[in-house]
Every structure is written in C-alpha cells, then in structure tokens.
C-alpha cells in the first residue's frame, strides 16, 4: 500500500477510477490492512479491563457499587488524551525514535505501559487495598490512550485517502476482537483457574467466593496478550517521516506542537470548521445515549446474564464486525459522505427496534434480531466515521487533530446520557428508545451540510 498521499485528505474524496469488486475486496489481504488488524486487537485489549471486566472483578471482592462507579473515572483518560497528543505528534523518545521512528517508538513504549499496568493489576489484591489495583488501572489507561493516538497517526500516514475506510475497519475488526476477548474471554480464564474446594465452598453458602489467585491469572493472559501489538510494531515499517521545522526555542516548539494543528484546522475550513465540529460532536448521539439504559434494560425485561453475554458480548459484536467490513466497502465503492448518511440513518432507525422490544417483552429470538440490526448498523457507521475523521486531518498534525476529532465525538453524548436513567423513571423504556432515535435527526442535516464542505489545500511550503 503506498505510504505517500496528499498533504491535505478532502473530507469525503473518492478518487478516480473506481476500483473493480474484486480489487476492493483484496485490499483486506495487504499487509498494512493486515498490521492495522493486530494493532486494533493491541488497541482494543485494555479499555475492558480498565472499565467492565474489572467492576466485575471488584465487585466479586466485596467492593461497594459507590466505590467502582467512582473508580470507572480512570477511563476519563481516554477523553482529554487530546491534551498531550501534541507531545506523541512532535516529541522524539531518547533512543527509541532513533532506532524505530517517530510512530513505532510512541507505539512500543505505551504497549509496554499496558502491560506494566495489567501485571501489576493482576498481582494487586483489592479486598487488601484498593491503592496499588486503582494506580495499576490508571497506568493501563494512560498507555493505551497514548497507545490510541499513536496508532491513528500511524494508520493515518501509512495510507492513501481511497485506503483509510479499509484500514478503518481491519483496525474496527482487530478492536472488537479484542473486546471479546478482554469481555468474555477474561471470565472465562478466570472461572476455569478457580480451585475447586473454594468454588464448592461458594455454591454451598449461595455466593461466589472470590479468588484473587483466579484473577491473577486471567490478567497475566490479558497482559501476554498484548504481545500481538509489539510484535506487530517490531515487524512493521514506519511511515514516511513528514518533514518538521526545526524548534528554536520552547515556545517555538509549543507554537508548532500545540498552536499550529489547530490553527491549522481552522485555516482551512474558517467558519466551515464548526459545521465539522459539531457533526463530529453530535454523529453518535443516539447509540451513545440509548446504551448506557441497554443493559438495565435487559435485567428489566427479565433476560439471564447467560442470555445477554452469548447475545450482545459475542454475537452482537460479530455483527459488528460484519457492519465494519461492510462500512469499509461501501465507503471506497460510493464515498465516505454517502455511508456516513447512510450509518446515520441506521443507527437512529435501529433504536426504534428496542421501542418495539420494550413492547414484545422477554423473547431471546426477538433480542438477537434486534441487537444484530443495531450492532450491524453501529459499524457500518463506525468505519465510514472513523475514515471521515481521518479524511479531516493535516498529515503534518495527524495524531494532535486526530486525538481532537476522537476525544469531541463522546463529551456531548455522553453528557446527554447521563440524564438517561431519570428519562426512563418518568416515560418508560419505549418512549426513551423512540426519543434517542429521534436525536439522530439534526445528525442527517450536518451530514448533509458537511458534504458540501470543501477543504482548503495547506501549502507545504508554510
């Protein structure tokens, strides 16, 4: 795949000619595609266990619900990752960006946080103290935050525009690999590492004893896990070096890092820029939203955790993976701007199923038909995002604007949500499913106004 491409990416360009099926399906078997799979697996690995996996682990250990609603904060890492994005974009690491470059040092050192992090997560004890398991979570989260935008730097400057939706959703399938692997695979390790005397122990007093040696285990797994990254970065070239001017001074080298990617963004699209942020701010709404009340929406409506995990951990994130792969395709065969409308669309009309799930009540044949529309329609929308995303950005800037971009798409939604639950005490559940679905309809007019926006070159000589 050919590392060079435009300085500038026009939001939405579809180059010309168009490729034939058959060299579209192939570009999933070159090698970058290929890398961008392991890496997403690498990238995908740790937030779970930061966040889902270890509230369940907390909560096996006696640990109140007060204490892991305050602890889920850690993943606030990933919001303002924004803030030190400049120092990944700019900084060289002592001689590790000599050895590897720019990207593949940035990536090998925050991989190496996560797994210092989850070793040390795995050997902490929280019933002993919560302290060394709460620093261990944070390290883990700053790493594979680090590890976040070095990596769409990396994709974005290892591609051409027609190649970012494909890369997109190898990083997307890698991704949700991991997520069930970090999901479902974690629990599974550690319920089979119990030792059997404690386990028949716990089924005679009624509860789950808890087993930190149980628990160990699982997380030393997840930490060899990430070896599919590092190995991957070793392996991998580094993308053409774009070319920086030399810093005379500290605040020449903030002005260039800091001040320069955005004023940069700004220049090129003036008062266009906030069109852009906002359909950025707001493309997700509506699956934003409407997930934070799935799960409680499911305890309601009387399905089992066996019932939701095979459902919704497993099989919804395969067709995930289905709607990525599709999302991918149809982005380089139509045009980014034409599968976004189209996810758009989607995710806002797949709500409307859950309304009409509220209604039918428990059917598991209903919930794995509602949940694969939904899961199918959330990746199509995802891979033609994420491309859009990159289209946006300055090869000279990628991972600060990038990391901008990314950190935007979840502070408004997941502000909104957090009035979800008082929304479903007072209207009920259906009427919070139809409501969702209709906060995706500003989304299509911005997608509509967004395509006829049309970037202004940056000159490489400035």
């Known amino acids: 795949m050919p590392p060079s491409h435009p300085d500038t990416l026009a939001p939405g360009a579809d180059p010309a000619p168009r490729p034939s ?66 120092l990944v974009d700019r900084l060289p690491l002592p001689l590790l960006t000599r050895a590897l470059g720019r990207r593949r040092s940035w990536l090998l050192l925050s991989q190496g946080l996560v797994v210092a992090g989850l070793v040390g997560m795995a050997l902490a004890d929280p019933r002993a103290t919560l302290g060394p ?26 591609a051409d525009a027609r190649h970012q939706a494909a890369l997109a959703a190898s990083y997307q399938t890698g991704y949700r690999l991991a997520m069930i692997w970090a999901g479902a695979g974690v629990l599974w390790i550690a319920a089979r590492a119990e030792a059997a005397p404690a386990l028949g122990q716990a089924l005679a007093q009624g509860a789950a004893a808890y087993q930190n040696g149980a628990w160990q285990t699982a997380y030393l797994v997840m930490a060899a896990s990430m070896a599919v990254g590092v190995v991957t970065v070793l392996f991998s070239r580094e993308p053409a070096p774009v070319a920086l001017p030399p810093a005379k001074n500290v605040a020449d080298w903030l002005r260039g890092a800091v001040v320069e990617p955005f004023a940069d963004f700004l220049g090129r699209y003036g008062r266009q820029a906030l069109l852009i942020l906002a359909l950025i701010a707001v493309y997700r709404i509506s699956d934003v939203v409407m997930g934070i009340m799935a799960n409680p929406f499911y305890v309601d409506l009387g399905f089992t955790k066996d019932e939701v995990a095979a459902v919704t951990k497993v099989y919804g994130v395969v067709m995930t993976l289905v709607g990525a792969f599709v999302g991918g395709v149809l982005s380089m065969r139509l045009g980014v701007m034409r599968i976004l409308m189209l996810g758009a669309v989607l995710s806002s009309a797949s709500n409307l199923l859950f309304a009409w799930l509220a209604g039918h009540g428990h059917d598991v044949g209903a919930l794995i038909a509602v949940v694969s529309a939904d899961n199918l329609a959330s990746g199509i929308a995802s891979a033609a995002f994420i491309a859009y995303l990159s289209s946006l950005t300055n090869i000279r800037y990628s991972a600060t604007q990038y990391a901008l971009f990314s950190s935007m798409m979840l502070l408004a939604p997941k502000f909104v949500a957090g009035f979800s639950g008082d929304y479903v005490d ?3 559940y259906a009427q919070f499913f139809t409501a969702t679905a209709l906060l995706g309809l500003p989304v299509l007019g911005l997608v509509w106004l967004a395509g006829r926006v049309k970037a202004v070159p940056h000159d490489p000589g400035v």
Do not use: N
């Open 21 to 86: 099926w058959r060299q579209t399906l192939r570009v999933y078997l070159e090698p970058a595609s290929l890398r961008m799979l392991a890496l997403g697996f690498a990238a995908g690995l740790p937030l779970l266990l930061v966040l889902g996996t270890l509230s369940f682990r907390l909560r096996e250990a006696g640990i109140d619900r007060s204490t892991i609603g305050y602890l889920s904060w850690v993943g606030l890492a990933y919001g303002f990752k924004w803030v030190w994005a400049p």
């Open 133 to 158: 398991i709460v620093w261990c979570a944070l390290a883990v989260a700053l790493g594979s935050a680090t590890q976040d935008i070095a990596l769409d730097a990396f994709r974005i400057e290892s």
């Open 426 to 428: 007072a209207h009920g």
